[in-house]
């Protein structure tokens, strides 16, 4: 199946994307082409778009994710950009999402599907159990009540184990701590 295409007639419309944040000077000589009713200004161009706004993640019916530059705060106004290409579909039944952790910031994110490399096996959810094992998978890396009747030798190797079989397969949190109660 081809990947829908995206222009400024629909990029806003049930999508997926992995904004990356800018400095404002990138846009400085560029003219503001379309302002959201939320305030969010965008300007066109033919490779993509510029997206001005205080908000992001779940903006209407889209997924949108920043990628800061620095430690980005909701309500600051940030300049991101996104190629068209960047943009995939989103809806909240569909399995579209797989999770990816960086095991040495420790940060745990979704992807898109159709971003995943050729060789790599990814478990795919939908929006709801995608948020859902996120929340699950933090909570294995930040807390430690999760663990207390847990058998293990090392914690920070339970809470890799764990947050991984989680990542890797479609069982739950419940399913993947049983084989640590004996």
Not at 88 to 101: A, E, G, Q
Request: with cysteine.
């Amino acid at each position: 199946m081809a990947n829908k295409t995206y222009t400024k007639l629909n990029f806003h419309s049930h999508t997926f994307c992995i904004w990356k944040e800018v400095p404002f000077a990138e846009i400085k000589d560029l003219k503001i082409n379309y302002t959201s009713q939320s305030g969010s200004q965008y300007i066109f161009t033919a490779e993509g778009l510029y997206r001005i706004s205080n908000h992001w993640g779940r903006v209407a019916n889209c997924h949108w994710r920043l990628i800061p530059l620095t430690e980005f705060k909701n309500q600051n106004i940030t300049v991101a950009f996104a190629h068209w290409t960047d943009f995939y579909s989103n809806d909240d039944t569909s399995k579209l999402f797989f999770i990816k952790v960086n095991w040495e910031t420790t940060e745990v994110n979704f992807y898109h599907k159709n971003t995943a490399e050729a060789n790599e096996k990814v478990v795919l959810r939908n929006a709801k159990e995608t948020a859902k094992t996120i929340r699950t998978i933090k909570e294995v890396l930040t807390q430690e009540d999760w663990a207390k009747y847990l058998k293990y030798e090392d914690l920070d190797t339970l809470r890799k184990e764990i947050a991984n079989e989680l990542v890797t397969t479609s069982k739950t949190f419940l399913e993947v701590k049983k084989k640590y109660l004996s």
